[in-house]
């Protein structure tokens, strides 16, 4: 793949955002990020329509890691208003990185960003001591995995 842009780091670029939230809310956060992950595929698919079923897939991954994660985290309702007062803003940074590439390119970003939410699920379940817990943030970091094998094998047929 040829001309790809540069990936940024999105947990340093989302890092202020994320932190915003009280350590309690942060995975519920990420789920929304996430959330907001699986509506990009769906926009994707209709740019795309060609690649529909494979990025109609991702979303249903990232649908399943928000449920999941949202799940494994429940926090009040005090804690959920301040995640989703948070979130419009770290959504919109996030899409910034996207929006001056043109929608392969922004699959390549996505399909990097994934890989690097896999690597977040992961240093949540190495902070965990039960199991059925990191077990679960196992899956989720599979998924991201996937969905990033996924859009990378689309792309190789498309780019190279």
Same mark, same amino acid.
């Given at each position: 793949?040829?001309? /790809? =842009?540069?990936? =940024? @780091?999105?947990? +340093?670029?989302?890092?202020?955002?994320i932190s915003s939230?009280?350590?309690? +809310?942060? =995975?519920?956060? /990420?789920?929304g990020l996430e959330r907001s992950a699986a509506e990009r595929y769906r926009q994707w698919a209709e740019q795309l329509p060609e690649y529909a079923d494979e990025l109609l897939g991702c979303a249903r991954r990232e649908d399943e890691i928000a449920e /999941?994660? +949202?799940?494994?985290? =429940?926090?009040?309702?005090?804690? @959920? &208003? @301040?995640?989703d007062e948070a979130m419009p803003a770290a959504v919109a940074l996030y899409y910034e990185v996207f929006a001056p590439h043109p929608p392969l390119h922004q699959l390549y970003l996505q399909s990097e +960003?994934?890989? &690097?939410g896999a690597m977040a699920w992961v240093g949540m379940a190495e902070a965990v001591t039960d199991d059925a817990t990191r077990s679960t943030l196992e899956r989720c970091t599979a998924l991201e995995r996937e969905s990033s094998v996924v859009v990378k094998q689309l792309l190789d047929g498309v780019l190279t």
């Amino acid at each position: 793949m040829s001309d /790809l =842009p540069e990936v =940024p @780091q999105f947990g +340093a670029l989302l890092r202020g955002h994320i932190s915003s939230v009280p350590d309690e +809310a942060r =995975p519920v956060f /990420l789920s929304g990020l996430e959330r907001s992950a699986a509506e990009r595929y769906r926009q994707w698919a209709e740019q795309l329509p060609e690649y529909a079923d494979e990025l109609l897939g991702c979303a249903r991954r990232e649908d399943e890691i928000a449920e /999941l994660v +949202a799940d494994l985290f =429940p926090v009040s309702a005090e804690l @959920q &208003q @301040q995640v989703d007062e948070a979130m419009p803003a770290a959504v919109a940074l996030y899409y910034e990185v996207f929006a001056p590439h043109p929608p392969l390119h922004q699959l390549y970003l996505q399909s990097e +960003a994934e890989l &690097q939410g896999a690597m977040a699920w992961v240093g949540m379940a190495e902070a965990v001591t039960d199991d059925a817990t990191r077990s679960t943030l196992e899956r989720c970091t599979a998924l991201e995995r996937e969905s990033s094998v996924v859009v990378k094998q689309l792309l190789d047929g498309v780019l190279t």
